[in-house]
């Protein structure tokens, strides 16, 4: 059986100036201008959060910086206070100085109580020297402020236990000053371990605690034998028992 023939006629398609115009892009624009316009309050209001979240953020940038000059120029000034010599005759007009220690002191611990209580990245650093102060005009306060610190960890810590075993030396309690010492070798932190052995021998040396104390400065002469400790020791051991000298070893002996 013959297939039929079939004829197929070919559909023309006309492209008009239209279609030749046509942009994909374009044409994604103009959907998005007519979403946006459509949407525009909601838009407002996203665009007006995200401002104020940018404000806000900045102005906290720009508000921590400036406490932060603020803190650092109040600890600058009250430690200006703090180390001023007090003199009735400077030799530098440009310094600032005392005609009295109570009159320094009392400004010193007035510039560190207002930046402990305005900055709180200083307050620590501002309570000790405040108690430092307090040594000065109010020794029995300022050896409370020390001992609640000493409690504490930390470099600021450290420096309260220090200061009060110092204190604690010039005071004639030297058995307190021995506690604050062995403590404070057990965790030295940044502070010079030489000038906590010569402080812990000096207290043992005060209780009477000779052969104690020349042991410990035997060892201090030997350790820091070039250093200021070492001559230090070796000073203490001629005035303590000048044979206790012939246990240190000599240059040669330490270097060889």
Avoid at 51 to 73: H, N, P, Q
Avoid at 82 to 92: G, L
Avoid at 142 to 170: I, M, N, S, Y
Avoid at 228 to 250: F, H, M, S
Wanted: glycine content about 4%; hydrophobic content about 40%; proline content about 3%.
């Amino acid at each position: 059986m013959a297939k039929a023939a079939i004829k197929v006629k070919k559909k023309k398609v006309k492209i008009t100036t239209r279609d030749l115009k046509h942009d994909a892009f374009r044409d994604r624009y103009e959907q998005f201008a007519a979403w946006a316009k459509h949407h525009r309050p909601q838009i407002l209001r996203t665009a007006a959060g995200i401002g104020a979240l940018l404000v806000l953020v900045l102005g906290t940038i720009l508000f921590t910086a400036y406490r932060r000059e603020s803190a650092e120029k109040a600890l600058a000034e009250a430690y200006e206070i703090f180390t001023a010599e007090v003199t009735s005759t400077p030799s530098d007009l440009t310094r600032r100085t005392y005609t009295s220690e109570e009159q320094k002191y009392r400004e010193a611990l007035d510039a560190f109580t207002r930046l402990a209580q305005n900055h709180s990245s200083y307050r620590e650093l501002a309570q000790y020297y405040a108690a430092l102060c307090k040594l000065h005009l109010r020794q029995s306060e300022g050896k409370r402020d020390l001992e609640q610190l000493a409690e504490g960890k930390g470099q600021t810590a450290r420096l309260a236990r220090l200061a009060l075993a110092e204190h604690l030396l010039a005071t004639d309690d030297p058995a307190g000053a021995e506690k604050h010492y062995r403590r404070l070798l057990e965790d030295p932190g940044e502070l010079p371990e030489a000038a906590l052995k010569l402080g812990l021998a000096r207290a043992l040396e005060l209780q009477g605690k000779k052969a104690e104390a020349i042991d410990l400065y035997v060892k201090i002469a030997t350790e820091y034998r070039t250093q200021d400790a070492g001559r230090t020791a070796r000073e203490r051991l001629a005035a303590l028992d000048p044979l206790a000298l012939e246990r240190v070893p000599q240059e040669e002996t330490a270097s060889s």
